[in-house]
């Protein structure tokens, strides 16, 4: 895909059911882009007509989970690109940011091979800055340099040599679904941090399961302490410490309904179906794997 200035960029997005943000996601990168191509889980919306219409490339594969479907495509789709990026649906690049990539990708040293953005969340058409931002992720990576970490949840992109340099502007996530859109979604989430929690104690997924930081993806001592912390002890500090220590009561009702719902519903009912699953393991005289594939019909 090429309009106007282009780098050596290949953009690969994910989809089901994008229909709202797509073109949107699409627009903000295209001017740098040489080439957009969309990985879709089978969408039944206008997701397909309109990515085909913005000038991206797209191709169909079973989901099972973000990591697996953005390694398959990785490993199925050819690209020449010198440079990898990848963006979910409903993300947006700022034009600063836009600018930056042409300038600065096709004359950074040979060192380099991976670049980390900060991402900026908007909710109900807030910037949640206060306790939360920002959020640096690995999203661009030399063609052959990354791979996606294989874990059910809260996949990283890991750099397999290099190093990794910070760009100056922002990824915009900025959903436009309704609250019962978002708190199903994170319902479902739940269950997936559940299981990669459960593994950390169980070890169910085997000792070859991804579960470390590649280069690039520092560890993070908060989470490894949050832990060891007892159940639903843990979300109730979480929310203390994102909503008071960091000062996230100064974004008024969003940044409340957001740290509520983002930093402690979601990190409390993940306990919930900790504590559910061990207590049906318990009680069924199963394993906890066995549980979550036959209670809670997770394919591990």
């Given amino acids: 895909m090429k309009t106007g200035k282009t780098a050596s960029l290949t953009v690969i997005i994910l989809t089901f059911n994008e229909e709202k943000h797509l073109a949107r996601c699409i627009q903000s990168i295209a001017s740098v882009a040489e080439r957009i191509i969309i990985v879709d889980s089978y969408s039944t919306d206008r997701t397909l007509e309109i990515a085909r219409s ?18 398959w495509a990785l490993d199925n789709i050819a690209t020449d690109s010198n440079w990898i990026m990848r963006m979910d649906a409903d993300e947006y690049v700022l034009p600063e940011l836009a600018d930056e990539l042409s300038e600065k990708l096709e004359t950074l040293p040979e060192g380099v091979s991976g670049l980390l953005v900060k991402r900026r969340v908007i909710f109900l058409d807030k910037w949640i800055k206060k306790g ?14 990354g791979y996606i970490q294989q874990k059910w949840m809260d996949e990283h992109t890991k750099l397999k040599y290099g190093q990794t340099m910070m760009l100056d502007h922002d990824l915009v996530d900025h959903n436009l679904n309704h609250l019962g859109w978002w708190t199903d979604k994170h319902n479902r989430y739940s269950l997936r941090e559940a299981v990669e929690r459960l593994n950390r104690e169980y070890h169910f997924l ?18 490894s302490l949050y832990m ?35 930093g402690f519903w979601f990190q409390f009912l993940v306990d919930a179906k900790i504590y559910q699953i061990k207590h049906l393991a318990r009680k069924q005289g199963k394993s906890v794997k066995a549980v979550l594939e036959d209670d809670f019909g997770v394919k591990l």
Avoid: C, S
């Fill in 54 to 71: 913005a000038g991206a490339e797209v191709f169909q594969n079973p989901f099972v989970n973000q990591a697996r479907q953005f390694q």
């Fill in 132 to 145: 939360f931002y920002p959020m640096v992720l690995l999203r661009i990576w030399r063609n052959g340099a």
């Fill in 206 to 223: 085997g000792d070859a399961y991804d579960t470390g930081y590649g280069i690039g993806n520092q560890k993070k001592p908060f989470k």
């Fill in 228 to 262: 060891h912390l007892p159940l639903f002890l843990r979300p109730f500090l979480y929310f203390i410490y994102r909503y008071v220590l960091r000062l996230g009561f100064l974004e008024g009702k969003p940044g409340l309904i957001w740290h509520i719902l983002q």
